[in-house]
């Protein structure tokens, strides 16, 4: 999820005086259970980085594979509508859409194994109960390139489902990914690539992801 700006009344209660994180750093988010106190959080992104990494290369080699087998393949076209070796204007540089979508988890593997992403906890937003994460355009009037807010209902969600939230978010950063509501087509939808890791990896992904990559055209 893309938010336009950080607005200055939102602000985490941080236990030390940044809330920003690299990876280790899970100060000042609102969470429940075992995930309740500094340390059990940033253990648990860690591992959900790790994870996700793991996943997002898993996607980029089965889409990769010559040929693929008929899974790869109909997974694809359950999220995007067309056949991964489908012709497509605008993948010039890649051999089909397939290995444009392998790209591009690659790259999230890229930027989230290298450390290049910060994370700050976030007060879940009164207007938005069901969201787990975003990542803001702008920060302090400058363009946002690296942080992705995490709001207390991502600590609530299982394992595999927190890091297919990375990927997504992730993609927004790196990728320049949008989401349904503005996305033109369903290759610009993160919720699509959401989907899609997950199923290649075997693993069940929320139904909302599959409705929103579906509310934006082929």
């Known amino acids: 999820m893309i938010s336009m700006h950080e607005p200055a009344s939102v602000r985490c209660q941080a236990a030390s005086p940044d809330a920003a994180c690299r990876h280790a750093s899970a100060a000042g988010c609102a969470a429940a259970g075992r995930h309740r106190d ?3 959080r940033a253990a648990t992104l860690r591992e959900d980085i ?3 990494v793991r996943l997002a290369l898993a996607a980029a080699d089965r ?3 010559t040929p693929r087998d008929v899974r790869t393949a109909c997974l694809y076209r359950i999220a995007f509508g067309h056949a991964p070796g489908h012709k497509m204007p605008g993948v010039m540089r890649f051999a089909d859409p397939g290995m444009l979508a392998a790209s591009l988890f690659r790259r999230v593997a890229d930027t989230l194994g290298g450390r290049a992403v910060r994370f700050r906890c976030r007060p ?3 207007a938005h109960p069901f969201r787990n994460a975003a990542v803001p ?4 009037g400058a363009r946002n390139r690296r942080v992705i807010w995490l709001y207390p209902r991502y600590w609530s969600r299982p394992r595999h ?3 297919g939230i990375l990927i997504h978010e992730t993609l927004h950063l790196c990728c320049s990914m949008r989401d349904h509501g503005t996305a033109l087509r369903r290759p610009n939808n993160a919720h ?10 075997g693993l069940a992904a929320e139904p909302s992801d599959l409705c929103s990559c579906h509310l934006t055209p082929p």
């Open 38 to 40: 500094g340390a059990g």
């Open 63 to 65: 889409l990769e594979s």
């Open 161 to 163: 489902i927190r890091a």
């Open 192 to 201: 699509c690539y959401e989907w899609l890791v997950l199923g290649l990896n």
């Open 137 to 140: 355009r702008m920060i302090e």
């Open 124 to 126: 879940q937003p009164g």
């Open 50 to 52: 790790s994870l996700a």
